[in-house]
Every structure is written in C-alpha cells, then in structure tokens.
C-alpha cells in the first residue's frame, strides 16, 4: 500500500481489511494518484487512474445532462472479479475510489466499509493541515542538467 | 402487497424483533426491508450475506451442507439468519429478550415460500 | 495540479495535447510511446472511434527519471479535436499542469487552428484558470508538407502565438520536434513548480 499523505494510511488499511479488495486506488478528480494498494508497477496505477478519472468526469456530466445529482457509485459485474467506482467529497476536494474485488467479498461489504472509509478520511484530513509544498533549494538549478540528462540532447 | 412484502411482516410481528430484510446472498444488498429506526439495513445485509456465504464455504471444506440457519448472539440482541432459495436470505434483527425460537420458525417457513 | 510526494520522493504532472483534429496529437504521443525504452513507460491508452479519431483521450504515462532525489513522472494527454466533443475536452482539461497546442500547419486548417485556441482558452477559462498563467508551447506540425500548402514557422507564430511562448516546428509522423516541444513544456512546467514551491 502506497499513500501520498501518511494521514491517507489509517482509514485505507482499514478499508483493505474489512473489505478483501483486491486493487484500491484513490485518485483525485483530474486523476491523481492519492493512494492504492495492489498494483505492482507505477505507471499501471496512472493508467488506471486516468481511466477511472475519466469514467468518474463522464458519468457526472451524463448525470448532468439527466438533471439528476451525481450518480454514487458504479459497479461492474465480472465473472472473476468486479470493479467499484464512487466518487466522494473530501476536506481536499473531490476524489475517487477504484475497487477491484473478487467473490470472497461482495459489493454490499465493498460499499459499506468504502463508505466508512469515506468518512474516516474526512475527519482524518481535517486534523491534518496540508503543509506547503517545499522541493529542495537546488531543484531549479538541478532541472536544466537532469532535462538535458533525460532528453539527451 | 408483494410476496417479499408479506414474508417480512410476519417475521417482523414476532415479539422483539426490530427488523427483518431480504437480500442478495452473493451481492450483499438489500433487496427488501422492514426495519425500525436506527437499524442499519445496508449493513445487515452486507454484513449477513458475506457471513454466510463464509460459512456456506467452511461447511463445504468440512464435507457438510450449507447451514439452514445461523443465529449471531450478541451482547444486545442477535441476528438471525435463513437462507433462501434464488441466492436470497432472510436476516432479522432481534432484541435480547426477543423469542428466537417463534422468530426461527417463521423465518423458515418464510424462508421456503420465497421463490 | 501537480501532486508532490514527499514519502515516496514523487512529482506527478499532467499535461494535455491540444489543437484542432487532426493536427498530430495522438502521432506526437505514438512517436513519444515508440521511443521511449519500455521502462520508462506505461501502457498507451487510447479511447478512439472506430476510425481511429480520438473519442475521450489518448493516455500515456512517462517516467522522466531523477531530479534533485525527486522520480518525476508525467502524464500525457491529448483531447478529442473535432469540434463537437467540447465536453471530453473540458473533462480531459482538468487539473492540467501545462498544455501544448498542437496546430496544423497547413493554410487551409488556418481558421481550425484559431477556433481551437479560441476554444481551449474558453474552457480553461471556465475552470477557472487564466491561460496567461499556465504553462503553454506550441508545435506547429506537417511542416514536412509542400511549401505551397503551409504556413512558415514564423506565419504560425504571427497567426496564433500571441504571447510568443516557446513554439517548435514538427513532423510529428517522423518525430521532428516531438521530444523538443516534449522537453520544452517539462521544463516550463517543472520550473513553474519550483518557482512555487522551493524552500525559501
């Protein structure tokens, strides 16, 4: 399990406990990585993330159009396994959850601790102020000679 | 009234029991529901169905049959749990002092209607 | 928004391909994917119509590599670029970190070009974001065409680049100017981050 902000960890274990999830990931709306448990490479959970951003900005707008509110949550049926995608507001802005499991859970177990982690989350962001983001002093200086590195030219 | 309507209010006029819904054995959702307030329906039902689909699993391992019924003792009352046929179960949410016995029997015979 | 990680010593950034259809966004990204050793990449997604147009987007995710102890990675987007699928566009838009717009250089698609400039500043603008304070470069491509067909370099930069931010010329089918316009859009980004971020 990887999280971007430690405060992230609690309620996330929790939720991978009680709900034998699969994969987890968090991501913002425009499809950050916040957190996720279960992928082994980097750019895979981008992927997904960029899918599930994605998944998550169209329904909203088709629920727009619909003139309905927002739709909670999608769920995909699989034979093997299936998929979870809610959308959730945090003290951070709106994020969203992207859950695999399989059948020794179920959707009603999934969404039920997804929600109690909903709220753990809420309540653990607000006793935990964002810092300001500070990168070392040399990244500017250091920037010309890594792009220069990574470019090759 | 539907057929899941009448199965709920016969269980749910046995003295003591503050709840009774139907739900989805594999999906763990509410399907039906005749609750009292502050019982959490969504939980019972994720909750219940998730148990005995583990324990429907455990008597498998063993070499046994599904369990008929399963009655979860807590400190304030017990949930009561039959399931039914089309992957369905009966869950019903009884104070301490309830009588689980009448409770139990309804439930069963509830249980072999709902099809 | 770029997301720093200071745990696990991370900087993400998103940066969309914008321009009218058919300018060569999703040919930059392929040229990008095809180069790129496979373990600084991720699996290039693309949600296409069945004629290969861009329908949602086109996704790729990059591992630029180490920079002050820092794995930087980017995720590249490109839009749809007809016209009527505004509203993917404006999805796809969020949260971008930097943009390049990718204009066709050819003298018949001059007007594509300016509606669709016109159209990405009305959406960021309708987010909230001033394209005056966003990271942008442009890539004026097909500049392999006949002469006759196309505008010069210095024609673009009069039609479309205002500002005079940093523009490229590209053949993005053969990968002239798609590593450079890549490289110039990083480097804004990542300093626009460390002028906002670098401990004083």
């Known amino acids: 399990m990887r999280a971007l902000e430690p405060w992230v960890e609690a309620p996330l274990q929790t939720f991978l406990a009680e709900s034998s999830a699969r994969l987890t990931l968090l991501m913002t709306s425009s499809g950050q990585v916040v957190a996720q448990h279960g992928f082994s490479r980097s750019l895979d959970v981008m992927t997904a993330a960029a899918l599930g951003a994605g998944i998550g900005a169209s329904t909203e707008e088709l629920a727009r159009l619909m003139g309905s509110s927002r739709f909670e949550a999608l769920v995909h049926h699989g034979a093997r396994q299936s998929c979870l995608l809610a959308g959730f507001g945090t003290p951070r802005g709106r994020w969203i959850g992207l859950v695999v499991f399989g059948p020794e859970t179920s959707v009603g177990i999934v969404q039920l601790f997804f929600d109690q982690m909903v709220q753990q989350l809420a309540s653990a962001a607000r006793r935990d102020e964002p810092a300001a983001v500070r990168l070392p002093e040399n990244f500017e200086h250091e920037l010309d000679a890594s792009l220069k590195a990574l470019f090759g030219r | 009234m539907t057929a899941a309507q009448a199965v709920l209010d016969r269980v749910t006029r046995v003295p003591g029991v503050r709840g009774a819904l139907i739900a989805s054995a594999e999906d763990g959702l509410v399907v039906a529901e005749q609750l009292m307030d502050g019982v959490d329906g969504r939980a019972a039902a994720a909750l219940a169905g998730s148990l005995v689909g583990r324990l429907a699993r455990t008597a498998d391992g063993a070499g046994r049959r599904a369990p008929a019924f399963v009655q979860l003792r807590a400190e304030r009352g017990s949930i009561l749990v039959a399931p039914c046929p089309k992957d369905l179960v009966l869950i019903a949410v009884v104070a301490a002092d309830a009588n689980v016995g009448l409770a139990r029997l309804e439930m069963l015979d509830a249980a072999s209607r709902l099809h | ?200």
Not at chain 3, 165 to 173: I, P, T, Y
Request: proline share 3%; charged share 20%; with cysteine.
């Open chain 3, 1 to 200: 928004m770029s997301l720093v990680n200071f745990t696990a010593r991370e900087i993400t950034c998103k940066i969309v391909y914008y321009g009218p259809g058919r300018s060569g966004k999703t040919t930059n990204l392929q040229y990008v994917y095809g180069r790129v050793p496979e373990s600084r990449r991720g699996r290039m997604v693309s949600l296409a119509t069945q004629t290969d147009r861009t329908l949602f987007f086109d996704f790729l995710p990059l591992e630029l590599g180490s920079i002050s102890g820092f794995a930087t990675k980017f995720q590249l987007y490109t839009v749809p670029g007809q016209s009527y699928y505004n509203a993917t566009r404006k999805l796809v838009l969020q949260g971008a970190d930097g943009v390049v717009f990718v204009a066709d250089s050819q003298a018949r698609r001059f007007d594509d070009n300016l509606e669709s400039l016109q159209n990405l500043q009305d959406n960021l603008l309708a987010q909230g974001v001033d394209i005056r304070q966003l990271p942008v470069v442009f890539q004026y491509n097909k500049q392999d065409l006949p002469r006759d067909l196309i505008l010069t370099h210095e024609e673009m930069d009069d039609a479309l680049n205002f500002r005079a931010v940093h523009s490229f010329a590209g053949d993005a089918l053969h990968g002239t100017g798609v590593f450079e316009t890549l490289r110039g859009i990083s480097e804004l980004v990542l300093k626009r981050l460390a002028a906002g971020a670098v401990a004083g």
